[in-house]
T-cell receptor, first 117, second 112 residues
Framework: SQTIHQWPATLVQPVGSPLSLECTVE??????LYWYRQAAGRGLQLLFY??????ISSEVPQNLSASRPQDRQFILSSKKLLLSDSGFYLC????????????????FGPGTRLTVL | KQEVTQIPAALSVPEGENLVLNCSFT??????LQWFRQDPGKGLTSLLL?????REQTSGRLNASLDKSSGRSTLYIAASQPGDSATYLC???????????FGGGTRLMVKP
């Protein structure tokens, strides 16, 4: 069976500090990977998705970047955090080859709560 | 641009009641619609996925329907239990891209 891990679970960082959040998936190969942010009082917003190693698509302009150095590893980064980067960050995966179909359920990780002070 | 709206934003019901959560979307050109459950401070759990060619899906006490032409979906929960208390999110995958567009969620509380 497949599992998805995210760490850390919670993080408190000062404004201007760097950020690195990690997501890994086990039990499948070449998954589609996603980063979402859920800000207080706002819905879930897709930040990045990836269909393969080194292939990253960004949905919204922002202070963040993503990388996929390995098949089942997805990293969210920032060089200098802003107050507005605070939120709940969720990583998700779906089976490859189904992104264009109607059957691609996305499976979410436990999330990272980021507070920027 | 796809927009997804969920009504009501919050709902409180006594245990045992049947209830309906609503989701509407503005662009009917969709691949699928998913209902998720989110417990406080946790990730999302997929409950039901309805493909654009389907009208409904059922899982246990949950039944989700889809009316693509009118841009609506409902999640029916039968015989609600306190363990059903959570936020329920609907999300639409549009034909135009790979992203899911989420509604703002309905926060459900089932009182014993």
């Amino acid at each position: 069976s497949q599992t998805i891990h995210q760490w850390p679970a919670t993080l408190v960082q000062p404004v201007g500090s760097p950020l690195s959040l990690e997501c890994t998936v086990e039990g499948t190969s070449n998954p589609n990977l996603y980063w979402y942010r859920q800000a207080a009082g706002r819905g879930l917003q897709l930040l990045f998705y990836s269909v393969g190693i080194g292939q990253i698509s960004s949905e919204v302009p922002q202070n963040l970047s993503a990388s996929r150095p390995q098949d089942r590893q997805f990293i969210l980064s920032s060089k200098k955090l802003l107050l507005s980067d605070s939120g709940f960050y969720l990583c998700a995966w779906s089976f490859s080859g189904r992104m264009g179909s109607g059957t691609d359920t996305q499976y979410f990780g436990p999330g990272t709560r980021l507070t920027v002070l | 641009k796809q927009e997804v709206t969920q009504i009501p934003a919050a709902l409180s019901v006594p245990e045992g009641e049947n209830l309906v959560l609503n989701c509407s979307f503005t662009d009917s050109a969709i691949y699928n619609l998913q209902w998720f459950r989110q417990d406080p401070g946790k990730g999302l759990t997929s409950l039901l996925l309805i493909q654009s060619s389907q009208r409904e899906q059922t899982s246990g006490r949950l039944n989700a329907s889809l009316d693509k032409s009118s841009g609506r979906s409902t999640l029916y929960i039968a015989a609600s239990q306190p363990g059903d208390s959570a936020t329920y999110l609907c999300a639409v995958k549009s034909n135009a891209g790979n992203m899911l567009t989420f509604g703002g969620g309905t926060r459900l509380m089932v009182k014993p």
